[in-house]
């Protein structure tokens, strides 16, 4: 294993975690709710925030596949990277010049930052199958997840201790804080990118004459991808697998902060919840990327899910703060495992030279599949009157997720991504 390549790889999650803890997760949210959209109606300045998320999202899921698919004939994967991650760096740290009523400048700076994250992540993601080994890629992944809970657990303990005992900063009050906690954001981020900028090299390739624009080369190759998905069976079937109960799982991560304002649990509380989940987090990717290798991923994969199952019934029945640090807890045992199991297995299956156009794929497979889970949710709890029966259905996605994935052959799948040749000009060859 090439330790160095994969701890700088690892450490570029460590930093830029901070960036979905404090700015997407727990801090802006509140001080965009509080101050930028001061003056505005309630109910409004809940709608921008939803309106800016939404359009940050769109605009990744349109890129990132493009992205990907010109990174990969270009073989600059780590300039695309670095051009975003530096993105979302500066995003972060204007976000201290945003004041009361500035909403607009602070949705403007949320779309900004988020492409910047979002969109650096396709290359990040794609690095994966050249920094590990065949034999280590699970192991990796998850170990990579481990290092971002704890680099964003660790900067947003330190932001949360800015806002609430500013005077231990030298700071004249919480809102001074809130600003040095998103300038802190951007230089975590910045220090702990420098080891992937520095010691990851990208696979050297042949390169052959452009014959257009990157960006026509771009849709070609996306529209090829799209075409050619079919071609890869067990890709695919865990394509379709991984809308579902990946679908679920970010319902879970958006909607349990709403879900428990909604029954009752108070904003401490849930502050409290996503510390714990950060942390319990860290010694359970460590884990899964064990298990995988004990009991190959797939299967991991599917304890994790049938995890989930469990946790989204659990939160049907909860009614107080203890159920909900409870639910904290048992989300942060499968949450980072799935997801770094997801990306593991996704990885084995792509062909060669063509992990970022795949990762795209995958990327806008996520967000894509993200936007049913919460409409489901919302419409069965205004149907029903009660957003317990929103959680609740929750259950048809995982079910769903793991009826499809027991079916994934995951060697055959590996097999199939190996019988194809390059496919930067010429249709997809399979050898007999």
């Known amino acids: 294993m090439k330790k160095k390549p994969v701890k700088s790889w690892m450490l570029y999650d460590f930093g830029n975690s901070a ?61 695309f990277l670095m051009f975003f991650a530096f993105m979302g760096m500066i995003a972060s740290v204007l976000l201290a010049f945003v004041n009361e009523g500035d909403y607009l400048l602070a949705s403007l700076l949320l779309i900004v930052g988020t492409i910047g994250f ?156 996503l510390l714990i989940t950060q942390f319990v987090g860290i010694p359970f990717a460590f884990l899964f990327g064990w298990l995988a290798g004990k009991i190959t991923a797939k299967r991991a994969l599917l304890l994790a899910l049938f995890a989930y199952l469990m946790i989204v019934v659990f939160g049907y029945f909860m009614n107080s703060a203890l159920h909900f640090y409870i639910l904290a807890i048992c989300v942060g045992m499968v949450q980072g495992g799935a997801q770094a199991l997801s990306r593991s297995i996704f990885g084995r299956m792509v062909p060669k030279d063509r992990h970022a156009e795949f990762y795209g794929f995958y990327g806008i497979s996520a967000k894509f599949s993200a936007i049913f889970g919460p409409f489901v949710f919302a419409l069965i709890g205004q149907l029903t009157g009660s957003s317990r029966f929103g959680i609740l259905s929750l259950v048809i996605f995982f079910v769903a997720g793991i009826i499809l994935l027991w079916l994934v052959d995951v060697d055959k799948g590996v097999e199939e991504a190996k019988r194809t040749t390059d496919p930067d000009d010429e249709p997809v060859v399979y050898k007999p």
């Open 19 to 79: 960036f979905a803890t404090t700015i997407m997760a727990a801090v802006l949210p509140v001080f965009y709710y509080d101050v930028a959209a001061q003056g505005v109606k309630e109910s409004l300045a809940a709608s921008y925030w939803g309106y800016s998320q939404s359009i940050a999202v769109l605009i990744v899921a349109i890129l990132a596949p493009i992205l990907g698919a010109i990174s990969d004939y270009s073989a600059a994967k780590k300039k």
């Open 118 to 273: 979002s969109a650096g992540n396709v290359f990040y993601d794609a690095f994966l199958p050249e920094v590990a080994d065949e034999d280590n890629i699970d192991d990796v992944s998850a170990k990579g997840f481990a290092f971002g809970y704890i680099g964003g657990g660790v900067l947003l303990a330190i932001n949360l201790l800015m806002i609430l005992k500013y005077e231990w900063f030298g700071l004249s009050s919480s809102l001074a804080g809130t600003h040095l906690a998103f300038i802190s954001v951007g230089i975590w981020w910045f220090i702990f990118s420098i080891p992937l900028f520095k010691n990851v090299k990208e696979e050297k390739r042949v390169q052959k004459p452009k014959p257009s624009s990157y960006a026509a080369i771009g849709f070609k190759r996306v529209a090829r991808t799209a075409k050619e998905l079919k071609l890869y069976k067990q890709l695919l079937l865990f394509l379709l697998a991984f809308w579902l109960f990946n679908d679920g799982i970010s319902t879970i991560i958006k909607m349990a902060t709403i879900y428990g304002r909604d029954i009752g649990i108070d904003s401490n509380s849930l502050i409290i919840a």
